[in-house]
Structures are given as C-alpha cells and as structure tokens.
C-alpha cells in the first residue's frame, strides 16, 4: 500500500492518511477483503504517531469502508461509503472546486486536473 503525506497540506494527517486509503480503495488498488497493513507499520512508514493511523483506520470504519479488529488488524469490507445524497455530494465537489477556483487556477486548468482525476479513478473497469 502506497500513501504519502503532504506537510504543506491544511488537512489533519489523519485524514490525508484516510483519503489516500479512499482513493485506493476508489481505484481498485485495494479490493474488498484485502488487509491493510498493521496500524504501526503505516505509522513506522509515514513517520507520524501510529494513534493518527488508528484514527485514520476509525474514521474509514465509520464511513464504513474498513472492519477493525483490535489484535486482527483492518480489512477493506466495502468499496462503497454509507449512503449519501446527490446534493451533499455535489456540495463536497462543488467546494474542492471553489477552492481550486480561488486558488487561481484558470477554468482550462481545473478541467484538466479534474479530467486527469477521473481517468485515474477509473482506468481499470470494475
């Protein structure tokens, strides 16, 4: 498993840890059933306090992507999050869009990165 941390990143390293796990997920590299590794092996990889794993590893089990076993270790047990609508997902797009706006990349560019990012969520088929 392949995940890299961002130190100019706003986001919690926590959550960058539990998004590049979603985008794993999200592209197949990580199927249903697959064991990650052990929470202090991330943590020994990345550098950071292996609770930021742990709690990378929860919030994933919430959204209900991953069964966590204490001692067992984490299992991907679904490629799809618990329900939700099309408007709050578009609110989700709708924002990572207005930060990329407001960050001065001009509308070809942002068509560009978002082009280029679902060519690689779904380069292989399902």
Do not use: C, W
């Amino acid at each position: 498993m392949y995940i890299t941390i961002d130190e100019t990143d706003r986001r919690p390293i926590y959550r960058q840890v539990a998004d590049e796990i979603k985008g794993l997920i999200a592209r197949g590299s990580l199927s249903e059933g697959m064991a990650l590794p052990p929470v202090r092996q991330v943590a020994d990889d990345l550098g950071v306090n292996l609770n930021t794993i742990a709690a990378a590893y929860r919030e994933l089990q919430k959204e209900g992507l991953l069964k966590v076993r204490h001692g067992a270790g984490a299992v991907v047990s679904s490629r799809r999050v618990a329900q939700q609508s099309d408007s709050d997902l578009r609110k989700t797009l709708r924002a990572s869009l207005a930060h990329m706006v407001l960050a001065g990349l001009p509308r070809a560019e942002v068509t560009e990165i978002v082009n280029e990012e679902i060519r690689d969520l779904f380069r292989r088929e399902r």
